[in-house]
Nanobody, 125 residues
């Protein structure tokens, strides 16, 4: 059974940091591109970041570039999203996603085969 379990969300003040984790199981993690999307209330799922299956390439949305860093540990079947200098507009549910494809980076929600349940990130001003 495929599972993507996000953790690390919470409430933080503007300028603060959070580190999200995504623990994967039930598929060959090291063969999959991993990504993060977010969804604010009343909005679509927005691409945040993605890392190639080998970890050699990482792509970021312009809105978070320079503040967020995505990484992965294939030995632990886990992906991470380090979020620094958080802003109130970063408030959203953050989802971990997985895709087996040579096409990279995929920035559309429906391109990903597996998706987690999400973790809430709230940034207060």
């Amino acid at each position: 059974q495929v599972q993507l379990r996000e953790s690390g969300g919470g409430l933080v003040q503007a300028g603060g940091s959070l580190r999200l984790s995504c623990a994967a199981s039930g598929f060959s993690f090291s063969s999959y591109n991993m990504g993060w999307f977010r969804q604010a209330p009343g909005k679509e799922h927005d691409f945040v970041a993605a890392t190639y299956w080998s970890g050699g390439y990482t792509a970021y949305a312009d809105s978070i570039k320079g503040r967020f860093t995505m990484s992965r540990d294939n030995a632990k079947n886990t992906a991470y999203l380090q979020m620094n200098a958080l802003k109130p507009e970063d408030t959203a549910v953050y989802y971990c996603v997985a895709q087996r494809s040579s096409y990279f980076p995929a920035k559309v929600w429906n391109n990903y085969e597996y998706r987690g349940q999400g973790t809430q990130v709230t940034v207060s001003s």
